[in-house]
């Protein structure tokens, strides 16, 4: 191995250490630990680029599922905000593609399988290099949700459906508009051009039309379906054309626009509604894919039902055959699955094994870190060195939000499951349940007062509730909202309560007598976050309008705007000193801004959709939690990360530093994927290099230049 080619940060350092020889010092075991490994494992040198990263997966929704032409490799997009690129062989993610501000509900690659194209809630379509996973271009024009899109069978131009009721034609190479396809009166949610590229087949409402794609002029329809047509497809020949709606699939002459078969399998059109279909490579069958977590294969000729595909538990949501016709993926849920055409057993899951965080916290004395999660768990993690401590297992729905007691002993919880949990810090026991609210919403719902002794809690039904904490009993409500109260605090001497509620208001009680004191007026959306600055004197709300406001408590007043964010804000706090703001943002980012002057002074960049942010005790670290199922602890001074948090469903867990060193439970590294060039491999060849818990425990203390191995 070259010294000028030695591992640093989890990468490859290309410069020359030997005119910097302490920098050769703090390089030189590096270069000798990784060259050592490589060599015990015959493998080549590391003289490319070496990336470490977790397997996250989907930890939402996913709508598209498609192969790649070469049927290498699968490409999903997710309500997460997310597209990812996923190895058949292995079943490892290979790489997420971020820029989404909204649910991806349709991907495609490109025919030569060098470029994706994915469609999205943002109105946006967007073209990705899927060696690098940049951004290549976006294609802007529709005014509302993308539904579908495709390339042209030459991959020189783009094909997108809206809701906004349009097709779109575009120039892949330039990103330009070229024709618009206009007829229909509601939203477009597929397309597909004819294997020749003359034609274009889109569905909206109960009609099927074809369009020539050269004039954008209509040449015919396909009527017969009386529920929305939600998929269609040209066969392989482009001489037939599939439909599903409902729970019918039509087979239809192109040419004609003659039905030539119905498939039936289904009566119940609710519970057995079709989302999608395809055509196999040789057009011989088609596969259909239904919400009650089904799939079908049919015989195009006889119309029969061949083999029934049986695993997934959710919706399936988009089913497609490998290019070869002898495997067939799956989307449902969080996972994708492969299976044997043949014989209909189930090769392979793709999927993270992780969950949305919901809510984060700091415990009093910063030594650890809580997080609540949609698996309906509870972790508690030690900062000083990034270990998981604890479980709290009880709640039998999603943990919408979690904190410290005041004193640390305790830990409470809110949850989908419509209780409060109360448990032992130390030992992770229950102590008790709060019962009382039907449905427990978001993740800033419940609060301790400053000593400790009630809890206060927001309710899906309007209402505020303050709890004894001794007994589990409710001490008062309070009532004056007109929806949902999504984020509640306790005033720093504990007399005043704060809410914040869907019906875009904060409003500010008394704790002793449950009497409304004031309402702060001025959001456009509704309120997620609230909290009081640490005199007690402000008041900071974060909403869904994207925007964070500074109020005077005592008169209700607005004193500052903080604009920056390009989507919901989910979470705000103040700096323990009170000089600065945090927020946290479904557009994944966490911005600090001044607290006097509304300035923004640095952007935190890494996730999907933030779901909660906490200051450390000291303020000089941020923790946040995100959709992305990670817990991310970041450096104020600096806007770095310095590591990430990620428990897996099986009760592994993995903390890792951005320069690809970790800690982890004793099996957790199995979920770590190595890139070194354009291939992916496991941790096992590159363990002795990264796996070193010392140096995760200095960059948790701070020291970002601590000794590397």
Same mark, same amino acid.
């Given at each position: 191995?070259?010294?000028?080619?030695?591992?640093?940060?989890g990468?490859?350092?290309?410069?020359n250490?030997?005119?910097?020889?302490?920098?050769?010092? @703090?390089?030189?075991?590096?270069a000798v630990?990784a060259?050592?490994?490589?060599c015990?494992?015959?493998?080549?040198?590391?003289t490319?680029?070496?990336?470490?990263?977790?397997?996250?997966g989907?930890?939402?929704g996913i709508?598209?599922?498609?192969?790649?032409?070469? +049927?290498?490799?699968?490409?999903?997009?997710?309500?997460?905000?997310?597209?990812?690129?996923?190895?058949?062989n292995?079943?490892?993610?290979?790489?997420?593609?971020?820029?989404?501000?909204?649910?991806?509900?349709?991907?495609?690659?490109?025919?030569?399988?060098?470029q994706?194209?994915?469609?999205?809630?943002?109105n946006?379509?967007?073209?990705?290099?899927?060696?690098?996973?940049?951004?290549?271009?976006?294609?802007s024009?529709?005014?509302?949700?993308?539904?579908?899109?495709?390339?042209?069978?030459?991959?020189?131009q783009?094909?997108?459906?809206? *809701?906004?009721?349009?097709?779109?034609l575009?120039?892949?190479?330039t &990103?330009?508009?070229?024709r618009?396809?206009?007829?229909?009166?509601?939203?477009v949610?597929?397309?597909?051009?004819?294997?020749?590229?003359?034609q274009? !087949?889109?569905?909206?409402?109960?009609?099927?039309? @074809?369009?020539?794609?050269?004039?954008?002029?209509e040449?015919?329809?396909?009527?017969?379906?009386?529920?929305?047509?939600i998929?269609?497809?040209f066969?392989? %020949?482009?001489? =037939?054309?599939?439909?599903?709606?409902?729970?019918?699939?039509?087979?239809?002459d192109?040419?004609?626009?003659?039905?030539?078969?119905?498939?039936?399998g289904?009566? %119940?059109?609710?519970?057995?509604?079709?989302?999608?279909?395809?055509?196999?490579?040789d057009? *011989?069958?088609?596969?259909?894919?239904?919400?009650?977590?089904?799939?079908?294969?049919?015989?195009?000729?006889?119309?029969?039902?061949?083999?029934?595909?049986s695993?997934?538990?959710?919706?399936?949501?988009? &089913?497609?055959?490998?290019?070869?016709g002898?495997q067939?993926?799956?989307?449902?849920?969080s996972e994708i699955?492969?299976?044997?055409?043949?014989?209909?057993?189930?090769l392979r899951t793709?999927?993270?094994?992780?969950?949305i965080?919901?809510?984060?916290?700091?415990?009093?004395?910063?030594? =650890?870190?809580?997080? +609540?999660?949609?698996d309906?768990?509870?972790?508690?993690?030690?900062l000083?060195s990034?270990s998981?401590l604890?479980?709290?297992?009880?709640?039998?729905?999603?943990? @919408?939000?979690?904190?410290f007691?005041?004193? &640390?002993?305790?830990v409470?919880?809110?949850s989908?499951?419509?209780?409060?949990?109360?448990? %032992?810090a130390?030992?992770?026991?229950?102590?008790?349940?709060?019962?009382g609210?039907?449905?427990?919403?978001f993740?800033?719902?419940?609060?301790f007062?400053?000593?400790?002794?009630?809890?206060?809690?927001?309710?899906?039904?309007?209402?505020?509730?303050l709890?004894?904490v001794?007994?589990?009993?409710?001490?008062?409500?309070?009532?004056?909202?007109?929806s949902?109260? !999504?984020?509640?605090?306790?005033?720093? %001497?504990?007399?005043?309560?704060?809410s914040g509620?869907?019906?875009?208001t904060?409003k500010?009680?008394?704790?002793?007598?449950? @009497?409304?004191?004031?309402?702060f007026?001025?959001?456009?959306?509704m309120?997620?976050?609230?909290?009081?600055?640490?005199?007690?004197?402000q008041?900071l709300?974060?909403?869904?309008?994207n !925007?964070?406001?500074?109020?005077?408590?005592?008169? $209700?007043?607005?004193?500052r705007?903080?604009?920056?964010h390009?989507?919901e804000?989910?979470?705000?706090?103040?700096?323990p000193?009170g000089?600065?703001?945090?927020?946290g943002?479904?557009? $994944?980012?966490?911005?600090?801004?001044d607290?006097n002057?509304?300035?923004?002074?640095r952007?935190f960049?890494?996730?999907i959709?933030?779901?909660?942010?906490?200051?450390?005790?000291d303020g000089? =670290?941020?923790?946040s939690?995100?959709?992305?199922g990670?817990?991310?602890?970041?450096? #104020?001074?600096?806007?770095?990360?310095i590591a990430k948090?990620?428990?897996y469903?099986? &009760?592994?867990?993995? #903390?890792i530093t951005?320069?690809?060193?970790?800690?982890?439970?004793?099996?957790g590294?199995?979920?770590?994927?190595?890139?070194?060039?354009d291939n992916?491999?496991?941790?096992?060849?590159?363990?002795?290099?990264?796996?070193?818990?010392?140096?995760?425990?200095?960059?948790?203390a701070?020291?970002?230049?601590?000794?590397r191995?």
């Open positions: 191995m070259h010294f000028a080619q030695t591992v640093k940060y990468k490859i350092y290309k410069g250490p030997m005119k910097k020889p302490a920098l050769f010092a @703090l390089l030189f075991s590096a630990s060259f050592a490994t490589n015990v494992h015959n493998s080549k040198p590391l490319q680029d070496v990336e470490v990263y977790p397997q996250l989907h930890t939402y709508y598209s599922v498609i192969f790649s032409p070469d +049927g290498k490799q699968v490409l999903s997009a997710s309500n997460d905000q997310t597209v990812k690129l996923w190895d058949v292995t079943g490892r993610e290979l790489r997420t593609f971020f820029g989404h501000t909204n649910t991806v509900w349709s991907v495609a690659f490109s025919p030569d399988g060098r994706i194209l994915s469609g999205s809630f943002d946006t379509v967007k073209l990705w290099d899927i060696n690098t996973g940049m951004e290549i271009r976006t294609f024009g529709h005014k509302d949700m993308v539904r579908s899109v495709t390339f042209s069978p030459d991959g020189k783009v094909l997108s459906g809206s *809701s906004d009721g349009t097709i779109k575009w120039d892949a190479n &990103g330009n508009e070229l618009t396809f206009s007829g229909y009166t509601y939203e949610l597929s397309v597909a051009f004819s294997p020749d590229g003359r274009v !087949i889109s569905a909206s409402g109960s009609a099927i039309k @074809l369009w020539d794609a050269n004039t954008g002029s040449i015919g329809t396909f009527s017969g379906h009386t529920w929305n047509v998929s269609v497809a066969s392989p %020949d482009g001489r =037939q054309v599939i439909s599903a709606s409902g729970n019918a699939i039509k087979l239809w192109a040419d004609t626009g003659r039905e030539l078969r119905t498939f039936s289904y009566t %119940d059109s609710i519970t057995s509604s079709i989302t999608s279909v395809a055509f196999s490579p057009g *011989s069958q088609v596969l259909s894919v239904f919400w009650d977590g089904t799939i079908k294969l049919w015989d195009v000729n006889t119309g029969s039902e061949l083999r029934t595909f695993g997934h538990i959710w919706v399936v949501s988009s &089913g497609a055959f490998s290019p070869d002898s067939v993926i799956s989307g449902s849920g699955k492969l299976w044997d055409v043949n014989t209909g057993s189930e793709f999927s993270g094994h992780t969950d965080v919901s809510s984060v916290a700091f415990s009093p004395d910063g030594r =650890q870190v809580l997080s +609540g999660s949609d309906n768990i509870i972790k508690l993690w030690d000083n990034g998981e604890r479980t709290f297992s009880g709640h039998t729905d999603i943990v @919408l939000s979690v904190i007691s005041p004193d &640390g002993m305790q409470l919880s809110s989908a499951d419509e209780t409060i949990k109360l448990w %032992d130390n030992t992770g026991k229950e102590l008790r349940t709060f019962f609210h039907s449905i427990i919403v993740s800033d719902s419940v609060a007062s400053p000593d400790g002794m009630q809890v206060l809690s927001g309710s899906f039904y309007k209402t505020v509730k709890w004894d001794s007994t589990g009993r409710e001490i008062r409500t309070f009532s004056g909202h007109s949902p109260v !999504i984020s509640v605090a306790f005033s720093p %001497d504990g007399r005043q309560v704060l509620s869907a019906d875009e904060i500010l009680w008394d704790a002793n007598t449950g @009497l409304e004191l004031r309402t007026s001025g959001h456009k959306n309120v997620r976050s609230v909290t009081f600055s640490p005199d007690g004197k008041v709300s974060g909403s869904d309008d !925007i964070i406001k500074l109020w005077d408590a005592n008169t $209700g007043m607005e004193i705007t903080f604009s920056g390009t989507n804000v989910w979470s705000v706090t103040f700096s000193d000089k600065q703001v945090l927020s943002s479904r557009d $994944g980012t966490i911005k600090l801004w607290a002057t509304g300035m923004e002074l952007t960049s890494g996730h959709w933030v779901t909660s942010v906490a200051f450390s005790p000089r =670290q941020v923790l939690g995100s959709r992305d990670t817990v991310r602890l970041w450096d #104020v001074a600096s806007g770095k990360e948090f990620i428990s469903l099986d &009760g592994e867990w993995i #903390v951005p320069e690809g060193y970790y800690n982890s439970s004793p099996n590294d199995k979920y770590l994927n190595v890139r070194v060039g992916v491999y496991g941790i096992d060849q590159y363990r002795d290099t990264f796996y070193k818990p010392e140096i995760v425990k200095a960059r948790l701070g020291n970002v230049d601590s000794p191995p």
